[in-house]
């Protein structure tokens, strides 16, 4: 899995406990801003039916290949594709110009071999969920050769040790249909996935503050998309990251976003995530939940997100600035409207 703001890696379990507390023999769940999919991954594996969505094109497909896929529909041309993969040999192009050589992300060596393996995936033209599938492990395979503190913003001044090892693609961990439901992947804005999908339980994990995830995983966006976009600025950010918004990365047009999100779900039972460095507090969170029902909230000590561990860095990778501590409080809500 990649590295991710805002990841609930270390938050599963209290999820998936949250869950099956608000509703005992719920079947399906909605993972509405569902990021790596990690949450949705987790759920699936415990046997609910997981409908994962998230707007940015990066995370639909780590939704597809996932939620959506099983390990028997495509494990074994998967395999024998990034066994072909792993020998290519690299050429520079698109991605090694960008991200390699106008900014320092990856090491040109591995640059060149993504370059290679992205062109020879858009040529084959693959049946979309064997598509994700190898698109999400050539992500993958990027995010472990990186050199970054993981966002997208800005790079390391030196190689970061990792930046300097071969690239090698994985097979992604598919669950099997055997231990799991089927699940099912969406690429739509948040609002309109509320309205639109039906499931017992959501589950929330919005942007809790002005951080664009296009811009922060923008190199994804354009792997995923292969468009080869003009870039700009000093971490070659695609153009469209200076248009594609999101209402929930607006303090001033949050809650309005999330209130009208949080009416229009179809569901009944709801477990939120927010933290309290996000722009509604404790209060006002549980206020704008209770008009759905009664709420219960959970406390949970966590480790702040990897960049403020590492310290603060402008966009040349130069560190300024102090980091004030390294903790802050996820609040898990748990919302009952029945
Ligand atoms: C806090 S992250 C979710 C992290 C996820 N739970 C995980 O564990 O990886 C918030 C997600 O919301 C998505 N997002 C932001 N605005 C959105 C919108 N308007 N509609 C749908 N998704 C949105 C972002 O792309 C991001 O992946």
């Given at each position: 899995?990649?590295?991710?703001?805002?990841?609930?890696?270390?938050?599963?379990?209290?999820?998936?406990?949250?869950?099956?507390?608000?509703?005992?023999?719920?079947?399906?769940?909605?993972?509405?801003?569902?990021?790596?999919?990690?949450?949705?991954?987790?759920?699936?594996?415990?046997?609910?039916?997981?409908?994962?969505?998230?707007?940015?094109?990066?995370?639909?497909?780590?939704?597809?290949?996932?939620?959506?896929?099983?390990?028997?529909?495509?494990?074994?041309?998967?395999?024998?594709?990034?066994?072909?993969?792993?020998?290519?040999?690299?050429?520079?192009?698109?991605?090694?110009?960008?991200?390699?050589?106008?900014?320092?992300?990856?090491?040109?060596?591995?640059?060149?071999?993504?370059?290679?393996?992205?062109?020879?995936?858009?040529?084959?033209?693959?049946?979309?969920?064997?598509?994700?599938?190898?698109?999400?492990?050539?992500?993958?395979?990027?995010?472990?050769?990186?050199?970054?503190?993981?966002?997208?913003?800005?790079?390391?001044?030196?190689?970061?040790?990792?930046?300097?090892?071969?690239?090698?693609?994985?097979?992604?961990?598919?669950?099997?249909?055997?231990?799991?439901?089927?699940?099912?992947?969406?690429?739509?804005?948040?609002?309109?996935?509320?309205?639109?999908?039906?499931?017992?339980?959501?589950?929330?994990?919005?942007?809790?503050?002005?951080?664009?995830?296009?811009?922060?995983?923008?190199?994804?966006?354009?792997?995923?998309?292969?468009?080869?976009?003009?870039?700009?600025?000093?971490?070659?950010?695609?153009?469209?990251?200076?248009?594609?918004?999101?209402?929930?990365?607006?303090?001033?047009?949050?809650?309005?976003?999330?209130?009208?999100?949080?009416?229009?779900?179809?569901?009944?039972?709801?477990?939120v995530?927010f933290?309290?460095?996000?722009?509604v507090n404790r209060t006002e969170m549980e206020a704008l939940l209770?008009?759905?029902?009664?709420?219960?909230?959970?406390?949970?000590?966590?480790?702040?997100?990897?960049?403020?561990?590492?310290?603060?860095?402008?966009?040349?990778?130069?560190?300024?600035?102090?980091?004030?501590?390294?903790?802050?409080?996820?609040y898990?809500y748990?919302?009952?409207?029945?």
């Amino acid at each position: 899995m990649i590295k991710y703001l805002g990841s609930k890696r270390k938050l599963l379990s209290e999820i998936l406990s949250a869950v099956q507390t608000a509703m005992p023999g719920a079947r399906s769940v909605i993972d509405l801003f569902s990021g790596t999919s990690r949450v949705g991954y987790a759920l699936k594996k415990k046997n609910y039916e997981v409908h994962a969505n998230d707007h940015n094109l990066y995370a639909y497909m780590l939704a597809k290949c996932y939620i959506a896929t099983n390990l028997e529909a495509v494990g074994k041309e998967a395999k024998k594709l990034i066994a072909e993969f792993n020998v290519i040999k690299g050429q520079a192009g698109y991605f090694t110009e960008n991200f390699c050589v106008r900014s320092l992300f990856f090491h040109p060596k591995n640059g060149e071999r993504i370059d290679a393996i992205r062109e020879v995936i858009a040529k084959k033209k693959l049946e979309p969920s064997l598509e994700a599938v190898l698109l999400v492990s050539l992500m993958e395979a990027a995010d472990r050769v990186d050199s970054t503190c993981g966002m997208q913003m800005a790079y390391l001044k030196k190689w970061a040790p990792r930046a300097e090892k071969h690239l090698s693609l994985r097979m992604p961990l598919l669950l099997s249909s055997k231990e799991s439901l089927p699940g099912f992947a969406y690429q739509l804005d948040a609002l309109e996935a509320a309205k639109s999908l039906d499931a017992d339980v959501t589950y929330l994990d919005p942007p809790y503050n002005q951080h664009r995830y296009r811009s922060n995983y923008h190199i994804w966006e354009t792997l995923m998309r292969w468009d080869k976009p003009e870039v700009y600025g000093v971490a070659s950010k695609r153009i469209d990251c200076r248009t594609h918004k999101s209402l929930f990365n607006s303090k001033r047009q949050f809650i309005k976003a999330f209130s009208s999100v949080i009416s229009s779900l179809k569901s009944k039972v709801l477990v939120v995530s927010f933290n309290n460095e996000g722009f509604v507090n404790r209060t006002e969170m549980e206020a704008l939940l209770s008009k759905k029902g009664q709420v219960t909230t959970q406390v949970i000590d966590y480790k702040r997100y990897v960049g403020a561990q590492i310290g603060i860095y402008n966009p040349k990778g130069e560190a300024v600035g102090q980091v004030s501590h390294l903790y802050n409080k996820e609040y898990l809500y748990t919302v009952d409207g029945r």
